[in-house]
């Protein structure tokens, strides 16, 4: 596996098609999700948004998205983790999630913030979340929709930059 | 004192001004809520952004400026608001504040969300919130830098709309 940080125009429908095979994401989420990519596609390194790309083969199997929080010193959200159903259970989501850890310290920000859903569905997100040494810090209640609440989780990373 | 739900062309300076007289926002903040004015000025009716400008004899004294939250079925985040410190104590937080929390109710939405700051400058902002029956949700130290966390409070409304 190979995970590059450049975004190039074919992963737009690349990154459609592994957010779809998921399942995780309703049409909000996925216009949502794919404007970002254009946006980054636009702007190139100048976008407020970072991307990790995870190749298996030549073939996208796995993305991460994340930009620092407008007004936080040393916060930032990760916005987007998805891999393709095909290739789960192999490590890719774990090493896009490090790759993004070493890259966001390597930019001295050293708070990841995550959200995600409390609905069952969730249940093996947030079980990564928690293997990958990220805790709970609070709880929304009824926050999406009633009975679908927002878990926020958080890890402090180690800035590796020197300002 | 008026409340009207139209943002004039004028008022952008109007409420730079306000905005600058609390003290409470550096440039960079400043620099986000005005776009929220500039944005709703281009969008009209159209736009994300709800606001609220309050008047004390033609002057404007206070704002405040909400939208709904996306993939949400019914909160709101409450970004801003903001009173003249020359007419604080007179009521024209809370008046703005109920006067957009029945909008959002009669918009369907039943959720307030405010987030705020942990610091002590911000004693007086979270009592307010507080005195107008918003409870705290949530507590995410060093969230905007070290010693400086953030305070999420919410209150729940009972929907005025028929869908």
């Keep these: 596996m190979e995970i590059r940080s450049t975004v190039k125009v074919a ?6 098609r592994v957010l779809r ?7 909000e989420e996925l216009s949502v999700a794919l404007e970002l990519v254009s946006e980054r596609l636009a702007e190139g390194e100048g976008s407020h948004y970072r991307f990790l790309v995870a190749e298996e083969g030549g073939r ?6 994340w930009g620092p929080i ?3 010193l040393a916060s930032v959200d990760l916005y987007w983790i998805a891999v393709d159903p095909a290739e789960q259970g192999k490590g890719v989501g774990k090493a896009l999630l490090e790759a993004a850890e070493a890259q966001i310290a390597g930019e001295g920000r050293s708070r990841v913030y995550i959200e995600t859903s409390s609905r069952a569905q969730y249940v093996p997100t947030r079980a990564f979340y ?3 040494g990220y805790t709970i810090v609070a709880e929304l209640e009824d926050f999406y929709a009633p009975g679908d609440g927002k878990v926020m989780f958080l890890k402090v990373l180690h800035p590796t930059a020197q300002a």
């Design 130 to 132: 928690l293997r990958c």
């Design 21 to 27: 095979a998921t399942g995780f994401f309703n049409d």
């Design 60 to 65: 996208v199997v796995g993305y991460a998205c």
């Design 11 to 16: 992963d737009r429908q690349a990154l459609e």
């Design 70 to 72: 407008l007004g936080t």
